[in-house]
């Protein structure tokens, strides 16, 4: 398991940023189908997959609002965040066994009440496959 | 399984409604953790989570997006849809084996692009946790 790391809002500059890389591997998309309970054959059925204008298997859309999350949580600000809000724009389909790496982009911070601003991005081969905003409450330095 | 369903964007109405319920249950907390590699001890780890100003564990907030995926994807527009834009904005956690409720509603249709925008609400005994709006584009029915 990967460490987690925490930046406190009084360490977090404008411009910061932090990527981690995630694999919509079939056994991710087959999990994500049950916990989500979105069992569309268009994420896990190839034979149907292939009748769509996907041409083949996708994973589910909100697959990469979970690793934004992830990646928000573990990395940046990282442990003792709390999620504020969260917006996402999907612009192109994850294949099956695609790598996305997602970015994230610090910027606003409001040192006063640690609202923290982030750039959220998922792209796969360098090509952008969503962007959002996402609001978070960073942890403050312990007094 | 659960039925899925379709509705034809010549056959949504504003003010439609859909809704489905969920239960924030340990297997389920788990695996969401697995899948989204989000590992923070606030959603698994009960000790450390009665440590917290949650006083005790908490879903993830991106399985909330997960779930109005799934009702979107099955229940409105349903089987069919593409999914353009996400937001979400967390007003509550949700609690270990809490049930949670998706509700939506249609607020806008455009026919000619079949693009539909969609009120996404999450409530647990009846108290709103999560609200935002989705952006999809619905089926059209098969000349």
Known sequence: MREAQTVFVEDLVIGQTYERSFT???????????????HNP???DEAFAATTP?????AHGALLGAWISATIADGLPGRGSIYVSQSLM?????KLD??????LTVTAIDTKTAHVT???VAKVRNKLY??????VI??????
């Open 24 to 38: 919509a591997s079939d056994a991710v998309i087959r999990a994500f189908a049950d916990v989500s309970e979105d």
């Open 54 to 58: 996907f041409r083949g298997r996708i």
């Open 138 to 143: 960073a942890p403050k330095r312990p007094a």
């Open 42 to 44: 268009i994420h896990t």
């Open 118 to 120: 982030l750039s959220t």
């Open 130 to 135: 969503a962007d959002g905003v996402a609001e």
């Open 90 to 94: 999907f612009k192109r389909a994850v």
């Open 98 to 103: 695609d790598t996305v790496t997602i970015g």
